[in-house]
């Protein structure tokens, strides 16, 4: 199975909103609502931002935000800050005990 | 507080095997799922493996099922994975990351990871 798809950048500019998407199959993103997001900053590990599609881990800030539509799934950060510019990587449950996760889009805050 | 501290990456030539290790501490390690992530230099994250907390139930990314051998010692409080057969596509950082909720293709912990690199 192929990774999930990702663009390889994304930019906004302070207090604006940007939205990033992760485009799957009918036998990941679109069979299973169990995807989730991660933010990495250089360096550091990841830090799991969203899951089960749209639900955040206590003590992520609701500027972040999840949704899914057929076979793509999508992250939005609003509010944008200067924090926030990072490497962000979606997953996805893939079926047979399996899970995928994006090439990554780096954000950019202009 | 949580803490995952990996260890025992290196340089290995192709063919070659290492051993890695996680030592966990600050939950109850014994009832936790435990995952192994790879980042290659300036790629993207690959899922490779998972245990449950009893280590009945071991899955394998389809890249290294046959190679690579995913253990645990909760006495230890640590997580393991036995890598052979290297090859130079394993080179990466390698995480350990612990499973978040009741499913464990969620990971709420990392480590900060032990570097791999494969070559002659």
């Known amino acids: 199975q192929s990774a999930l798809t990702q663009p390889p950048s994304a930019s906004g500019s302070p207090g604006q909103s940007v939205t990033i998407s992760c485009t799957g199959t009918?036998?990941?993103?679109?069979?299973?609502?169990?995807v989730s997001w991660y933010q990495q900053h250089p360096g550091k590990a990841p830090k799991l931002m969203i899951y089960e599609v749209s639900k955040r881990p206590s003590g992520v800030p609701d500027r972040f935000s999840g949704s899914k539509s057929g076979n793509t799934a999508s992250l939005t950060v609003s509010g944008l800050q200067a924090e926030d510019e990072a490497d962000y990587y979606c997953s996805s449950y893939a079926g047979s005990n399996n899970v995928l996760f994006g090439g990554g889009t780096k954000l950019t805050v202009l | 507080e949580v803490q995952l501290v990996e260890s025992g990456g290196g340089l290995v030539q192709p063919g070659g095997s290492l051993r890695l290790s996680c030592a966990a501490s600050?939950?109850?390690?014994?009832?936790?799922?435990m995952n192994w992530v790879r980042q290659a230099p300036g790629k993207g994250l690959e899922w490779v493996s998972y245990?449950?907390?009893?280590?009945?139930?071991?899955y394998y990314a389809d890249s290294v099922k046959g190679r690579f051998t995913i253990s645990r010692d909760n006495a230890k409080n640590s997580l393991y994975l036995q890598m052979n057969s290297l090859r130079a596509e394993d080179t990466a950082v390698y995480y350990c990351?612990?499973?978040?909720?009741?499913?464990?293709?969620?990971?709420?912990?990392w480590g900060q990871g032990t570097l791999v690199t494969v070559s002659s």
């Open positions: 009918s036998s990941d993103i679109g069979a299973y609502n169990y």
């Open positions: 600050g939950f109850t390690f014994s009832r936790s799922g």
């Open positions: 990351a612990r499973q978040y909720t009741s499913d464990w293709y969620y990971f709420d912990y």
């Open positions: 245990t449950t907390g009893s280590s009945k139930n071991i």
